[in-house]
């Protein structure tokens, strides 16, 4: 059990669990990234938990933790997890005070330069007023908004965290090289400044994100390079909230209440070194998809996963693929998810596990029964998920074709009626393995009367023995071909999907 709980990776948020540690309470910080993991200090009565919640976990936190005092540090514009968190703390009838952060007197309604929206999509439209580049200091929740925008191609330049998942996230959405400037605030008005010059820019949108956030920095760099300004403002009600000087003395307040009753807390030396053994063995389990064969595909956010961990398990096959990724980690063939967990809890000495699986964890993948097996613990470690490049994508990428009309299905150590799926949809993506290779599958098809059945096979894909196969289900009954494969079934031959 912990005795307060903050929540956050803002400045006020790590600040206060740091001045609540320093009190001598027993503090629990939970943050959304492994970077704002790595600000904290390190203190003696301060714990750290890594990863994003939702509703329904902040109350098995609660309900593993019993915290009596619930800080909400998060950032002003974060509002789906404020509403979580309180509901959770009213549910579980746990103290919870809101720390709100100072506003800015900017005086944008006297300035012309100074433009301001309630929505991102606001901003986008006063943006489409010219073609001048754009410095986009809002962080990465809203890009998606910005980026998906054609009147804003080659023209928005992103401030974003120095994470690789957020480097990861802009690349995905299309901002990527020069566009992505990746630096940790607060900043200075001369250093915003100098940002402003080296792209050009002829517009700064930003949040009103309070002197913590360093706002007025950038608003005045913005009016020194006479450039304007759009200020996306906060949605946050006040009411019933503290700023931080009031939750310092919260916490100064329940460390003295805490005083005159040793006898109900946890015993001293001996309960951190359990609370920190308890945390490096709950720190991190990475789930990472490696893609298809020999680990070509994997992800750049999933290599710096496996690359951080300590130890690695998964099939032979996938650590044998996975060999130059592994190094000298220890590594064992594990991956059902029973096993997992025990190894887990008999090797403590590793605070951050990889388990690595064929193709993408989201797809037919053997880390479902492990998150299972995780989700019916009262705890267990801290989970991350690593997605990788499915087999159905790659075998579409190889023949050159769409997937977003096929059936996707499974015969891969299950049961399958494929002769039903075939009846029922035009087009079947199917996995093999095991049993289930490519010549069972035709003869079972021709038996079925359905010979005339168009199949194209990828056999080993992504391994230097990768063939891609094509032909009616009657020509192909008597080819042998390894079970590592994946197929696509259609009534009729089809050339593009």
């Known amino acids: 059990m912990v005795e307060v709980i903050v929540f956050g990776g803002t400045t006020e948020g790590r600040e206060l669990a740091e001045y609540a540690a320093g009190l001598g309470l027993l503090t629990l910080v939970s943050v959304t990234t492994e970077y704002g993991q790595n600000l904290l200090a390190d203190k003696p009565c301060l714990f750290v938990r890594c990863g994003a919640l939702d509703g329904e976990g902040i109350e098995r936190l609660f309900e593993q933790e019993t915290p009596r005092l619930v800080l909400d540090a998060t950032h002003p514009y974060a509002r789906e997890a404020t509403v979580q968190i309180s509901a959770a703390c009213k549910k579980k009838g746990v103290s919870y005070l809101r720390v709100l952060r100072e506003r800015e007197n900017y005086g944008g309604e006297n300035a012309s330069w100074i433009h301001t929206v309630n929505t991102p999509e606001e901003a986008v439209k006063l ?45 995905k959405l299309g901002v990527a090289g020069k ?88 015993a001293g030396q001996k309960y951190l070194g359990q609370r920190k053994q308890e945390q490096k063995r709950r720190q991190r389990l990475s789930l990472i998809g490696v893609g298809m064969g020999q680990g070509k595909q994997i992800t750049w956010e999933a290599l710096e996963a496996l690359k951080a961990s300590e130890a690695v398990l998964g099939a032979p096959r996938m650590l044998q693929d996975a060999e130059k990724w592994i190094g000298e980690k220890p590594r064992e063939p594990i991956y059902l998810g029973k096993d997992v967990l025990e190894w887990i809890k008999s090797h403590p000495e590793y605070g951050k596990v990889a388990v690595i699986y064929s193709g993408d964890i989201g ?135």
């Open 127 to 171: 943006l489409r007023k010219d073609e001048k580049p754009v410095l986009l200091a809002t962080g990465s929740k809203e890009l998606a908004v910005f980026a998906q925008s054609s009147d804003l191609k080659g023209r928005l330049y992103v401030r974003v965290l120095p994470s690789s998942q957020v480097i990861a996230d802009c690349e």
């Open 179 to 266: 566009y992505i400037i990746a630096m940790q605030g607060p900043f200075s008005q001369e250093l915003n400044c100098a940002l402003i010059h080296s792209v050009d820019a002829g517009w700064l949108v930003t949040k009103e994100s309070g002197s913590q956030g360093g706002f007025r920095e950038k608003v005045e760099a913005a009016k020194a390079c006479g450039i304007q300004v759009i200020v996306m403002e906060r949605q946050e009600k006040e009411e019933g909230g503290i700023f931080a000087a009031g939750a310092r003395k919260e916490l100064e307040k329940m460390a003295e209440e805490l005083k005159k009753e040793p006898g109900q807390r946890p």
């Open 363 to 497: 797809f037919y993948s053997g880390c479902r029964s492990l998150l299972e097996q995780i989700g019916k613990g009262k705890s267990g470690p801290d989970v991350q998920m690593y997605p990788g490049v499915s087999t159905v994508s790659c075998l579409c990428a190889r023949l050159g074709i769409s997937w977003e009309h096929l059936y996707l299905a499974s015969a891969h150590g299950r049961d399958c009626p494929i002769e039903k799926l075939l009846q029922e949809h035009e087009r079947v993506f199917l996995l093999l393995g095991g049993q289930q290779n490519l010549e069972g599958l035709c003869r079972r098809l021709v038996r079925a009367g359905l010979g005339d059945a168009w199949v194209q096979a990828g056999i080993r894909l992504g391994y230097e023995e990768e063939r891609i196969l094509e032909g009616k289900a009657v020509d192909l009954q008597h080819q042998e071909a390894d079970s590592l494969a994946a197929v696509i079934l259609s009534k009729k031959r089809i050339f593009l999907l």
